[in-house]
Protein backbone atom coordinates (compact mmCIF):
# COMPACT_ATOMS: atom_id res chain seq x y z
CA UNK A 1 0.00 0.00 0.00
CA UNK A 2 0.98 3.46 -0.94
CA UNK A 3 2.49 6.16 2.31
CA UNK A 4 0.28 9.12 2.28
CA UNK A 5 -2.60 7.94 -0.05
CA UNK A 6 -5.55 8.43 2.37
CA UNK A 7 -8.19 5.37 2.29
CA UNK A 8 -11.99 6.22 1.13
CA UNK A 9 -14.82 4.68 2.93
CA UNK A 10 -15.51 2.55 0.47
CA UNK A 11 -11.49 1.09 0.27
CA UNK A 12 -11.98 0.47 4.19
CA UNK A 13 -15.57 -1.71 3.68
CA UNK A 14 -13.84 -3.32 0.88
CA UNK A 15 -10.74 -4.10 2.96
CA UNK A 16 -13.04 -5.34 5.56
CA UNK A 17 -15.10 -7.64 3.29
CA UNK A 18 -11.84 -9.32 2.57
CA UNK A 19 -10.78 -10.13 5.48
CA UNK A 20 -13.96 -11.49 6.38
CA UNK A 21 -14.35 -13.71 3.67
CA UNK A 22 -10.30 -14.53 3.71
CA UNK A 23 -11.78 -15.87 7.18
CA UNK A 24 -14.38 -17.59 6.35
CA UNK A 25 -12.11 -19.99 3.67
CA UNK A 26 -9.56 -20.18 6.53
CA UNK A 27 -12.21 -21.93 8.84
CA UNK A 28 -13.86 -23.53 5.86
CA UNK A 29 -10.75 -25.37 5.29
CA UNK A 30 -9.29 -26.04 8.78
CA UNK A 31 -12.32 -27.22 10.52
CA UNK A 32 -12.60 -30.45 8.65
CA UNK A 33 -8.93 -30.88 9.15
CA UNK A 34 -9.34 -30.65 13.41
CA UNK A 35 -11.97 -32.64 13.63
CA UNK A 36 -10.46 -35.21 11.64
CA UNK A 37 -7.53 -35.08 13.98
CA UNK A 38 -9.31 -34.48 16.83
CA UNK A 39 -12.11 -37.53 16.10
CA UNK A 40 -8.81 -39.84 15.41
CA UNK A 41 -7.37 -39.33 19.26
CA UNK A 42 -10.97 -38.88 20.71
CA UNK A 43 -13.22 -41.58 22.79
CA UNK A 44 -15.39 -43.18 19.48
CA UNK A 45 -18.44 -42.78 21.80
CA UNK A 46 -18.21 -38.96 22.23
CA UNK A 47 -17.59 -38.78 18.54
CA UNK A 48 -20.18 -40.70 17.74
CA UNK A 49 -22.63 -38.85 20.20
CA UNK A 50 -21.43 -35.31 18.90
CA UNK A 51 -20.13 -34.18 22.22
CA UNK A 52 -16.80 -33.80 20.36
CA UNK A 53 -16.96 -31.14 17.81
CA UNK A 54 -13.48 -29.33 17.63
CA UNK A 55 -10.84 -30.28 19.99
CA UNK A 56 -10.16 -34.01 21.33
CA UNK A 57 -12.61 -35.33 24.47
CA UNK A 58 -11.60 -38.42 26.12
CA UNK A 59 -8.20 -38.91 24.56
CA UNK A 60 -7.04 -42.51 23.20
CA UNK A 61 -4.48 -43.56 21.09
CA UNK A 62 -6.35 -46.97 20.47
CA UNK A 63 -7.27 -46.37 16.44
CA UNK A 64 -3.56 -45.49 15.81
CA UNK A 65 -2.17 -48.48 17.63
CA UNK A 66 -4.72 -50.19 15.67
CA UNK A 67 -3.05 -49.07 12.01
CA UNK A 68 -0.34 -49.91 13.07
CA UNK A 69 -0.88 -53.55 14.18
CA UNK A 70 -2.60 -53.80 10.88
CA UNK A 71 -0.44 -55.69 8.25
CA UNK A 72 -3.24 -54.80 5.12
CA UNK A 73 -3.16 -51.25 6.12
CA UNK A 74 1.03 -51.52 5.95
CA UNK A 75 0.73 -52.89 2.56
CA UNK A 76 -1.67 -50.76 1.23
CA UNK A 77 0.28 -47.66 2.08
CA UNK A 78 3.20 -49.39 0.51
CA UNK A 79 1.50 -50.42 -2.57
CA UNK A 80 0.20 -46.62 -2.91
CA UNK A 81 3.53 -45.22 -2.39
CA UNK A 82 5.13 -47.37 -5.18
CA UNK A 83 2.36 -46.45 -7.09
CA UNK A 84 2.71 -42.98 -6.85
CA UNK A 85 6.32 -42.71 -7.20
CA UNK A 86 6.14 -45.15 -10.31
CA UNK A 87 3.39 -43.46 -11.76
CA UNK A 88 4.66 -39.83 -11.12
CA UNK A 89 7.74 -40.63 -12.44
CA UNK A 90 6.13 -41.75 -16.10
CA UNK A 91 3.65 -38.85 -16.19
CA UNK A 92 6.91 -36.15 -15.76
CA UNK A 93 8.65 -38.54 -18.60
CA UNK A 94 5.57 -38.35 -21.02
CA UNK A 95 4.52 -34.68 -19.99
CA UNK A 96 7.16 -32.44 -20.08
CA UNK A 97 9.23 -33.91 -23.48
CA UNK A 98 5.53 -33.46 -25.07
CA UNK A 99 5.23 -30.17 -24.12
CA UNK A 100 8.60 -29.11 -24.59
CA UNK A 101 8.30 -30.37 -28.40
CA UNK A 102 4.93 -28.72 -29.71
CA UNK A 103 6.24 -25.10 -27.76
CA UNK A 104 8.98 -25.12 -30.61
CA UNK A 105 7.97 -23.16 -33.52
CA UNK A 106 10.31 -25.46 -35.69
CA UNK A 107 7.95 -28.30 -34.75
CA UNK A 108 6.34 -29.78 -37.65
CA UNK A 109 3.06 -30.63 -37.56
CA UNK A 110 2.47 -29.50 -33.97
CA UNK A 111 -0.81 -27.66 -34.67
CA UNK A 112 -2.23 -30.45 -36.16
CA UNK A 113 -0.95 -32.96 -33.09
CA UNK A 114 -2.17 -30.60 -30.57
CA UNK A 115 -5.38 -30.54 -32.29
CA UNK A 116 -5.30 -33.99 -31.84
CA UNK A 117 -4.72 -34.15 -28.27
CA UNK A 118 -7.45 -31.44 -27.32
CA UNK A 119 -10.00 -33.42 -29.10
CA UNK A 120 -9.33 -36.28 -26.20
CA UNK A 121 -10.46 -33.66 -23.48
CA UNK A 122 -14.04 -33.77 -25.13
CA UNK A 123 -14.02 -37.19 -26.43
CA UNK A 124 -13.44 -40.58 -24.82
CA UNK A 125 -14.07 -44.01 -25.45
CA UNK A 126 -15.78 -45.23 -22.29
CA UNK A 127 -15.08 -47.36 -19.76
CA UNK A 128 -15.54 -50.71 -21.14
CA UNK A 129 -13.94 -50.40 -24.30
CA UNK A 130 -10.80 -48.97 -22.30
CA UNK A 131 -11.60 -52.27 -19.61
CA UNK A 132 -10.93 -54.27 -22.44
CA UNK A 133 -8.20 -52.47 -23.85
CA UNK A 134 -6.66 -53.00 -20.61
CA UNK A 135 -7.58 -56.72 -20.26
CA UNK A 136 -5.92 -57.73 -23.99
CA UNK A 137 -2.90 -55.94 -23.29
CA UNK A 138 -3.21 -58.19 -20.54
CA UNK A 139 -1.84 -55.18 -18.05
CA UNK A 140 -4.94 -56.38 -15.86
CA UNK A 141 -4.61 -57.33 -11.97
CA UNK A 142 -0.96 -55.63 -12.48
CA UNK A 143 0.51 -52.21 -11.61
CA UNK A 144 0.59 -51.05 -14.59
CA UNK A 145 -2.87 -50.78 -15.20
CA UNK A 146 -2.78 -47.84 -12.64
CA UNK A 147 0.17 -45.99 -14.11
CA UNK A 148 -0.01 -46.26 -18.12
CA UNK A 149 -3.55 -45.15 -18.82
CA UNK A 150 -3.10 -42.05 -17.10
CA UNK A 151 0.41 -41.41 -18.00
CA UNK A 152 -0.39 -38.48 -19.61
CA UNK A 153 -3.08 -35.53 -19.21
CA UNK A 154 -3.40 -33.05 -21.81
CA UNK A 155 -4.44 -29.67 -19.45
CA UNK A 156 -0.93 -30.13 -17.87
CA UNK A 157 0.65 -30.76 -21.10
CA UNK A 158 -0.55 -27.67 -22.17
CA UNK A 159 -0.09 -25.91 -19.08
CA UNK A 160 3.83 -27.28 -19.45
CA UNK A 161 3.70 -25.50 -23.32
CA UNK A 162 2.83 -22.77 -22.04
CA UNK A 163 5.74 -22.49 -19.61
CA UNK A 164 8.14 -23.13 -21.96
CA UNK A 165 7.16 -20.61 -24.61
CA UNK A 166 6.90 -17.83 -21.65
CA UNK A 167 9.79 -18.75 -19.56
CA UNK A 168 12.36 -20.48 -22.02
CA UNK A 169 14.18 -17.92 -24.37
CA UNK A 170 14.54 -18.47 -28.02
CA UNK A 171 17.80 -17.29 -28.29
CA UNK A 172 19.14 -19.26 -25.20
CA UNK A 173 17.94 -22.11 -27.80
CA UNK A 174 19.47 -20.95 -30.97
CA UNK A 175 22.94 -20.36 -29.02
CA UNK A 176 23.22 -24.16 -27.91
CA UNK A 177 22.18 -25.25 -31.36
CA UNK A 178 24.90 -22.88 -32.86
CA UNK A 179 27.54 -24.43 -30.76
CA UNK A 180 26.54 -28.01 -31.77
CA UNK A 181 24.39 -28.75 -28.75
CA UNK A 182 21.72 -31.59 -30.27
CA UNK A 183 17.91 -31.30 -29.14
CA UNK A 184 18.18 -34.13 -27.13
CA UNK A 185 21.49 -32.82 -25.03
CA UNK A 186 19.62 -29.56 -25.19
CA UNK A 187 16.30 -30.39 -23.11
CA UNK A 188 17.89 -32.15 -20.60
CA UNK A 189 20.89 -29.91 -19.88
CA UNK A 190 19.66 -26.88 -20.48
CA UNK A 191 15.66 -26.54 -20.55
CA UNK A 192 15.22 -28.64 -17.54
CA UNK A 193 17.23 -27.16 -14.83
CA UNK A 194 15.82 -23.98 -16.04
CA UNK A 195 12.00 -25.59 -15.44
CA UNK A 196 11.99 -26.83 -11.88
CA UNK A 197 8.75 -24.55 -11.31
CA UNK A 198 7.10 -26.56 -13.62
CA UNK A 199 8.55 -29.96 -12.86
CA UNK A 200 7.42 -28.95 -9.32
CA UNK A 201 3.85 -28.28 -9.86
CA UNK A 202 3.36 -31.26 -12.59
CA UNK A 203 5.16 -33.50 -9.69
CA UNK A 204 2.74 -32.28 -7.04
CA UNK A 205 -0.45 -32.10 -9.61
CA UNK A 206 0.43 -35.73 -10.81
CA UNK A 207 1.42 -36.74 -6.93
CA UNK A 208 -1.39 -35.65 -5.54
CA UNK A 209 -3.42 -37.48 -7.70
CA UNK A 210 -1.75 -40.93 -8.03
CA UNK A 211 -1.95 -41.17 -4.25
CA UNK A 212 -5.54 -40.29 -3.82
CA UNK A 213 -6.36 -42.52 -7.00
CA UNK A 214 -8.90 -45.07 -6.15
CA UNK A 215 -11.42 -46.14 -9.18
CA UNK A 216 -8.54 -47.35 -11.65
CA UNK A 217 -7.25 -49.99 -8.67
CA UNK A 218 -11.11 -50.34 -8.12
CA UNK A 219 -11.89 -51.43 -11.48
CA UNK A 220 -8.48 -53.62 -12.45
CA UNK A 221 -7.33 -55.00 -9.28
CA UNK A 222 -8.58 -58.52 -8.42
CA UNK A 223 -5.67 -59.46 -5.29
CA UNK A 224 -6.47 -57.32 -1.84
CA UNK A 225 -2.54 -58.02 -1.48
CA UNK A 226 -2.23 -54.97 -4.63
CA UNK A 227 -4.67 -52.34 -3.06
CA UNK A 228 -3.78 -49.25 -2.37
CA UNK A 229 -4.53 -47.61 0.62
CA UNK A 230 -7.37 -45.92 -0.65
CA UNK A 231 -9.28 -49.12 -1.13
CA UNK A 232 -8.37 -50.42 2.36
CA UNK A 233 -9.69 -47.62 3.63
CA UNK A 234 -12.93 -47.79 1.27
CA UNK A 235 -13.17 -51.63 3.04
CA UNK A 236 -13.09 -49.86 5.90
CA UNK A 237 -15.56 -47.31 5.62
CA UNK A 238 -18.21 -50.72 3.92
CA UNK A 239 -17.71 -52.45 6.83
CA UNK A 240 -18.58 -49.60 9.18
CA UNK A 241 -21.36 -49.03 7.35
CA UNK A 242 -22.64 -52.66 7.24
CA UNK A 243 -21.95 -52.64 11.21
CA UNK A 244 -23.64 -49.63 11.71
CA UNK A 245 -26.74 -51.12 9.81
CA UNK A 246 -27.09 -53.91 11.07
CA UNK A 247 -29.55 -57.00 10.89
CA UNK A 248 -32.93 -57.81 11.76
CA UNK A 249 -34.23 -58.49 15.17
CA UNK A 250 -30.92 -58.84 17.27
CA UNK A 251 -30.31 -59.32 20.68
CA UNK A 252 -28.74 -56.59 23.21
CA UNK A 253 -25.25 -58.58 23.26
CA UNK A 254 -25.18 -58.69 20.01
CA UNK A 255 -26.34 -55.48 19.09
CA UNK A 256 -23.78 -53.93 21.88
CA UNK A 257 -21.28 -55.81 19.94
CA UNK A 258 -21.64 -54.23 16.74
CA UNK A 259 -22.14 -50.62 17.64
CA UNK A 260 -18.62 -51.41 19.56
CA UNK A 261 -17.69 -52.73 16.29
CA UNK A 262 -18.84 -49.17 15.05
CA UNK A 263 -17.14 -47.35 16.56
CA UNK A 264 -13.68 -49.01 16.63
CA UNK A 265 -13.96 -48.36 12.77
CA UNK A 266 -14.80 -45.37 12.90
CA UNK A 267 -11.62 -44.79 15.13
CA UNK A 268 -9.59 -46.46 12.74
CA UNK A 269 -10.90 -44.49 9.67
CA UNK A 270 -10.07 -41.29 11.04
CA UNK A 271 -6.39 -42.45 12.15
CA UNK A 272 -6.49 -43.67 8.10
CA UNK A 273 -7.56 -40.44 6.72
CA UNK A 274 -4.74 -38.88 9.14
CA UNK A 275 -1.47 -41.04 8.28
CA UNK A 276 -2.97 -41.36 4.43
CA UNK A 277 -2.53 -37.05 4.39
CA UNK A 278 0.98 -36.87 6.27
CA UNK A 279 2.91 -37.65 3.25
CA UNK A 280 1.42 -34.50 0.86
CA UNK A 281 1.08 -32.46 3.80
CA UNK A 282 4.28 -33.00 4.52
CA UNK A 283 6.10 -32.33 1.15
CA UNK A 284 3.39 -29.25 0.46
CA UNK A 285 5.74 -26.84 2.19
CA UNK A 286 8.55 -27.82 0.21
CA UNK A 287 7.28 -27.59 -3.29
CA UNK A 288 4.88 -24.15 -2.54
CA UNK A 289 7.50 -21.76 -3.98
CA UNK A 290 7.62 -23.48 -7.09
CA UNK A 291 4.09 -24.40 -7.06
CA UNK A 292 3.19 -20.60 -7.31
CA UNK A 293 5.35 -19.67 -9.37
CA UNK A 294 4.86 -22.46 -12.11
CA UNK A 295 1.36 -22.01 -12.16
CA UNK A 296 1.14 -18.59 -12.67
CA UNK A 297 3.49 -18.49 -15.21
CA UNK A 298 2.50 -21.51 -16.98
CA UNK A 299 -1.33 -20.63 -16.89
CA UNK A 300 -1.60 -16.58 -17.43
CA UNK A 301 1.39 -15.93 -19.55
CA UNK A 302 0.67 -16.66 -23.64
Same mark, same amino acid.
Given at each position: MLTGVKE !? %??? %? @????? &??FYVFLAFIVVFYPLVYMLSASISDPKLVSSGEMWLWPKGITFDGYKRVFENSSIWTG? =? &? !???? !? #?VGTSINLVVTLPAAYALSRKDFIGRNFFMGMFMVTMFFGGGLVPTY? $? #?KELG?? &?TMWAIVIPSAASIWNIIVSRTFFQSSIPKELQEAAQIDGCTNMRLFIKIILPLSMPIIAVMAL???VGNWNS?? /? +? $? @???NDTAKYPLQLILRQILVLQEMSAQGGG +??? =? /? !? +? +? =?? &?? %? =??IAALVKYAVIIVATIPVIAIYPFLQRYFVQGVMIGSVKG
Amino acid at each position: MLTGVKE !T %KRD %K @IFLIC &NYFYVFLAFIVVFYPLVYMLSASISDPKLVSSGEMWLWPKGITFDGYKRVFENSSIWTGY =A &N !TILY !T #VVGTSINLVVTLPAAYALSRKDFIGRNFFMGMFMVTMFFGGGLVPTYL $L #VKELGMI &NTMWAIVIPSAASIWNIIVSRTFFQSSIPKELQEAAQIDGCTNMRLFIKIILPLSMPIIAVMALFYGVGNWNSYF /S +A $L @IYLNDTAKYPLQLILRQILVLQEMSAQGGG +AID =A /S !T +A +A =AM &NS %K =AEIAALVKYAVIIVATIPVIAIYPFLQRYFVQGVMIGSVKG
